[in-house]
């Protein structure tokens, strides 16, 4: 009897000693888990904003995919100051409209550090009362107009005058001082063909005409023929922005 009391007791610390080393494995793993998420490096959030429906989804997709690219590269090589980068994509729908909520929902809800995005003018002038309300930052991708300066904005293409200037003077030297200006009617092609006006008058090219299409229209063939008829479009070149 004496000997089964001293086994049962023995069993009994064994069972207690078991229970309280598997709760120390516990507790240190605990411990352990939220050690790693803690110092484990937090990504750093990044807007990605263009068309990929709508008109200009087939011009967007270049710079889309490029950004994506370049994120992933970043990554691979260690990150931001060891912090990788995370994308969150949204559709600007070819729609300034929309341009502005999804950079607002960006910036609010996604909580994102910077937005690269934006391809048409009118897209980066809707976001534009967005960043300087949140205090957002958008790396905008393409040439634009120029006339605008925003802190909020990092605008990474050329300026009319950058591209206009080499262009025409080339342009009148080979194809004549006859031009005809024809865009997209949106901002950027009107501001350019402005531009280019004050360019030509200084280079003594005649501008004969001015024309505007559509978002998505591509009849340029049907307006230069229809202006070579009614006016003194002859042996000339086109500008078209």
């Known amino acids: 009897m004496v000997v089964?009391?001293?086994?049962s007791w023995f069993n009994r610390l064994m069972s207690k000693r078991?229970?309280?080393?598997?709760?120390?494995?516990?507790?240190?793993?605990l411990v352990s888990l939220t050690a790693y998420t803690l110092l484990k490096p937090q990504p750093v959030l990044v807007g990605v904003l263009h068309s990929q429906t709508?008109?200009?989804?087939?011009?967007?997709?270049?710079?889309?995919?490029?950004?994506?690219?370049?994120?992933?590269h970043i990554n691979e090589t260690g990150g931001i100051n060891g912090r990788p980068l995370k994308a969150i994509v949204a559709d600007g729908a070819s729609d300034e409209r929309v341009f502005a909520q999804q950079a607002e929902k960006l910036l609010v809800e996604d909580g994102v550090a910077v937005i690269f995005g934006g391809w048409t003018s009118a897209s980066r002038k809707a976001m534009l009362p967005v960043l300087e309300k949140?205090?957002?930052?958008?790396?905008?991708?393409?040439?634009?107009?120029g006339i605008e300066q925003s802190p909020q904005v990092i605008y990474t293409g050329m300026t009319p005058n950058q591209q206009l200037y080499p262009a025409i003077?080339?342009?009148?030297?080979?194809?004549?001082?006859?031009?005809?200006?024809?865009?997209?009617?949106?901002?950027?092609p009107r501001m350019a063909n402005h531009i280019a006006r004050t360019l030509m008058t200084a280079l003594e090219v005649d501008v004969?005409?001015?024309?505007?299409?559509?978002?998505?229209?591509?009849?340029?063939?049907?307006?230069?023929?229809?202006?070579?008829?009614?006016?003194?479009?002859n042996s000339s070149h086109v500008s078209q922005s």
């Open 54 to 72: 709508g008109t200009m989804a087939l011009s967007e997709q270049g710079p889309l995919k490029m950004t994506l690219a370049a994120i992933d």
């Open 208 to 233: 004969c005409d001015e024309g505007y299409l559509t978002l998505g229209q591509q009849d340029v063939a049907s307006i230069v023929d229809a202006d070579r008829k009614s006016t003194r479009l």
């Open 4 to 7: 089964d009391a001293q086994i």
């Open 169 to 188: 003077t080339w342009m009148s030297r080979h194809f004549g001082r006859k031009a005809m200006l024809i865009g997209s009617d949106y901002i950027y």
């Open 18 to 29: 078991l229970s309280v080393g598997w709760m120390v494995i516990l507790v240190l793993s």
């Open 134 to 145: 949140y205090q957002g930052l958008l790396f905008y991708p393409v040439q634009y107009e």
